[in-house]
């Protein structure tokens, strides 16, 4: 196994300005003609090798001249010319692909009858053979040929620039990108589509075609999809002065797609679940959800597409700036404090999963075997969490000036993370570049320590403060941060002093003047708004910790607050004996925030309510017993549901006259009711079961779908009653009835294995579709306590799925693996278990995505 280097890294040995790809689509196969311009860069180099995989190469011409046999050789995915004398030519080689018998949903392949492709990263080499790097960018021209009936619509990058019949009931098709880009931007799609048209006016009065392609019958789908298109062209315009570019945006939804989207240059392809929406069969969060995505595909086209990434190490540079780009714009168009609540709960419980376990990596790495199993969530959010540090830092004037100097700078080229920072900080004297981009080397979760020194008579505060990271395995991690921690000192219950205090050094001292407490000690939070994305430690009081309750404002620390209250109480009940001082102070304090705390966020209630799940706390705990952790949560359900029923009922009333309110409005009051309803049903109140259950056919799908989730976890006979009610509704209707197999998938009843292999074997399940695959498993895995049967059966039954899926789907197969990274934290016997059966998955024939994973884990 060969790794790629970042300090490999060399620029290619050619240019290759100009491609012109002809696709003639027949029935069991394209025909691929390719036509590469290029221009030799390395004086010294006298041969081109080119990757390509899945294709079968008929001829090969160098200028017009035919190669002999004795010129190329093909081995090893890989065609390599010799000799090249020439410094300028144009390489044309005719290959066929069989996109029908591709199921890996990278190149070109077919799904539901419509051919498509999916390039990033390395999908171009199985669509024609390529060098195949994000810095080569080339403009493309794109002919396209097909059966008319079966292919009424054919699409690529750029602009039409024609469209001809032609005889035997073909037609054709020629685009044009007029915009150089890496092979991973460039698109294809031929089927039938059904379009919806709309059209956007930018700031420069230019009219922008917008049009989404839907198969027949999901048409009346797309107006939340089109309105969030809209929104986001207006956002990056009077956010950034970023322009769209063309005249023409293309959107497709595709149902076998791997991830979310693909932001390919004027035709972004997406998972059909992230564009078919409306009120009726989509919750208000799959609503915020689909509209962030479809922002940062559109965000793409400025970050990642005019200024792509030099090399895959450098990915961050554009996904974790667009996730960060995606993030403000939620936040402007929605409350931004909430938003920054729920990206750091996710923060947290995934990527901190992810860095405290064998998988860790940096948010730029040193090396890779599968690009594939880099897009990860250290990349995409860790990454944009340091990009929400440099703009702390340097404040938002400087930020925004220092990104439209990066954007200026590198307009159409292949750019570094290393630049990026630089021009952020290019003005900047008070932080140092090189020490800020530690940052980027690190992996591991830092863990910052406080400890308060305070002189009342003074009135002086002193705040000692150290950084450490745990993690030895890297040698940048020894190096220090610079971490910027926001804090507030309470000096009494109506007045604060807020502060940034920038750390640089591994201890360091802060000194506080002036420091007018009223309390015995001053009161601090730390790291509000989430400021860092680090752990710490503080040496703040329970009593304390109350009273920031009370009086604190920032939301992700009154969240967070309660959070660690939340966890301490179910490690007590773990570990030792509950701890019933806590428990009942910490009940007092809930009661007293939904009865007198009239004009609180209605979301934020219903985080305060809600008792962490078992994927929120599973890495938070040192020695998991996965069991104990799950009745410890459902006995924490009861108990706090029995205690704040009455106050829980009064809410319930209070709230219903704004719950059937259109999205965005009402979202808050839907968001509560799901806790409200968690807690109720829980504590076993018997009257509120057939108001749920009212709400299974509710014209909202938030309502329906909180009336299944919160039945999760009560065994009684109405739950087979609402799961059926679900599933006939909406059985043709894919995008929803994958709820309903992630419902079945997460109840516990005996026999459970054959109950999830009842979801496999069910009429309506798509084998290639790779949502409801990852629906039935992950439910299965974070939400169904019998996957962690004692005697190991739960294990070894997801074992054989995964070595099962893994043959069609590496790349779903190798991120899902990693639900057993965390093995190490368990107890036995799920420890032994877990351990019995990654040897068992690395003794057979794996993918090479796969293998790099298990081999990661067992390291
Ligand atoms: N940039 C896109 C990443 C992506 C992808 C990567 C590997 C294999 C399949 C894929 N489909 C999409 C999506 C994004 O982050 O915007
Ligand atoms: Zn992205």
Request: aromatic share 12%; proline share 3%.
């Amino acid at each position: 196994n060969q790794y790629i280097k970042l300090e490999d890294y060399k620029p290619f040995d050619y240019e290759i300005p100009n491609i012109f790809l002809d696709f003639i689509i027949e029935d069991k196969r394209v025909i691929v003609k390719t036509e590469l311009e290029f221009i030799k860069k390395n004086i010294n180099i006298n041969s081109l090798i080119l990757d390509g995989i899945d294709i079968f190469v008929e001829k090969i011409y160098l200028d017009e001249s035919l190669l002999e046999e004795n010129n190329y050789s093909i081995q090893k995915n890989r065609l390599l010319i010799k000799p090249i004398l020439k410094e300028t030519f144009t390489l044309k080689i005719v290959g066929t692909i069989k996109p029908k018998e591709n199921f890996s949903l990278l190149g070109m392949y077919e799904s539901n009858g419509i051919i498509t492709t999916q390039c990033e990263a390395e999908g171009f080499r199985r669509i024609s053979y390529h060098s195949d790097r994000p810095d080569i960018l080339s403009k493309y021209k794109v002919r396209i040929e097909a059966n008319k009936e079966d292919f009424p619509v054919l699409l690529s990058n750029g602009n039409l620039v024609k469209a001809n019949d032609l005889k035997h009931r073909r037609h054709e098709v020629i685009w044009e990108d007029p915009y150089p880009k890496p092979s991973y931007l460039f698109a294809l799609v031929a089927g039938k589509l059904n379009c919806i048209k709309d059209n956007f006016n930018t700031k420069s009065n230019k009219k922008v075609e917008i049009n989404i392609y839907v198969e027949k019958g999901d048409e009346k789908y797309v107006k939340h999809s089109i309105n969030s298109l809209k929104k986001s062209m207006k956002w990056d315009e009077e956010k950034y002065n970023l322009e769209y570019d063309l005249s023409l945006f293309n959107i497709v939804a595709i149902r076998h797609f791997n991830m979310g989207a693909m932001e390919n240059k004027s035709l972004n392809i997406f998972n059909s679940k992230l564009i078919l929406a409306n009120k009726e069969t989509t919750t208000d969060e799959e609503l915020e959800r689909i509209e962030g995505v479809i922002a940062h595909e559109y965000f793409h086209n400025w970050t990642g597409n005019r200024i792509t990434c030099r090399d895959w190490f450098q990915l961050s540079l554009k996904e974790g700036l667009t996730v960060f780009r995606d993030q403000e714009f939620t936040s402007d168009l929605h409350n931004r404090s909430i938003k920054r609540l729920e990206d750091a709960k996710f923060l947290r419980k995934a990527q901190f999963r992810e860095d405290s376990g064998p998988t860790s990596h940096p948010v730029r790495p040193e090396k890779y075997l599968e690009i594939d199993n880099f897009y990860t969530t250290t990349i995409y959010e860790k990454g944009a969490e340091i990009i929400r540090m440099l703009k702390t830092l340097v404040k938002e004037e400087n930020f925004n000036n220092g990104f439209s100097n990066f954007i200026s700078t590198y307009d159409g080229k292949a750019a570094t993370i290393d630049q990026f920072v630089n021009k952020i900080l290019e003005n900047n004297k008070e932080i140092n570049n090189e020490k800020f981009k530690t940052w980027y080397k690190q992996n591991g979760t830092p863990l910052v320590k406080f400890k308060r020194k305070w002189d009342k008579e003074k009135q002086i505060l002193k705040i000692q403060v150290s950084q450490i990271n745990s993690n030895k395995k890297n040698l940048y991690n020894d190096l220090p941060l610079i971490i910027p921690i926001n804090i507030a000192i309470f000096l009494n219950s109506y007045e604060k002093i807020k502060k940034t205090l920038i750390l640089k050094e591994k201890e360091e001292e802060f000194t506080l003047e002036n420091i007018n407490s009223k309390f015995d000690s001053p009161i601090i939070s730390y790291f509000r708004n989430f400021s860092a994305p680090i752990k710490w430690e503080t040496d703040t009081t329970f009593a304390e910790k109350l009273l920031i309750l009370e009086f604190e404002t920032d939301y992700f620390t009154i969240y967070d607050t309660i959070k660690g209250i939340y966890k301490k109480i179910i490690c007590k009940r773990i570990y030792e004996e509950p701890d019933i001082n806590i428990e009942n102070k910490l009940i007092t304090t809930l009661r007293s925030i939904i009865r007198n705390n009239k004009s609180i966020n209605l979301s934020l209630l219903s985080e305060i309510l809600s008792i962490p799940t078992f994927s929120e706390i599973e890495s938070e705990i040192k020695k998991v017993d996965p069991l104990k952790v799950y009745k410890t949560i459902d006995d924490l359900n009861y108990l706090f549901g029995t205690k704040l029923k009455v106050e829980l009922l009064n809410k319930l009333k209070e709230i219903d006259k704004n719950i059937t309110k259109l999205w965005p409005e009402g979202k808050d009051e839907r968001k509560l009711i799901e806790t409200i309803w968690r807690l109720l049903l829980h504590s076993k109140y018997e009257g509120i079961k057939n108001k749920v259950i009212s709400y299974i056919d509710s014209n909202s799908m938030t309502l329906s779908k909180a009336a299944l989730n919160v039945f999760t976890r009560i065994n009684c006979p109405e739950r087979e009653l609402i799961s059926n009610i679900f599933f006939n509704k909406w059985k043709h209707n894919p995008v929803v009835l994958d709820n309903w197999f992630f419902f079945k998938a997460s109840i516990e009843i005996n026999n459970n294995q054959k109950n999830i292999e009842a979801l496999f074997k069910n009429e309506y399940f798509d084998v290639k579709s790779p949502n409801t695959l990852k629906s039935i498993l992950n439910a299965y895995v974070t939400r169904n306590s019998l996957f962690h049967s004692r005697d190991g059966s739960g294990y070894k039954y997801v074992a054989d799925k995964i070595l099962e899926y893994d043959k069609s789907n590496p790349i779903v197969i190798s991120r899902f693996l990693k639900i057993f990274s965390t093995f190490r934290q368990y107890e036995n016997p799920y420890k032994r278990n877990i351990i019995k059966v990654l040897d068992y998955i690395k003794k057979n024939k794996l993918s090479p995505n796969t293998r790099e994973i298990i081999d990661a884990i067992l390291n």
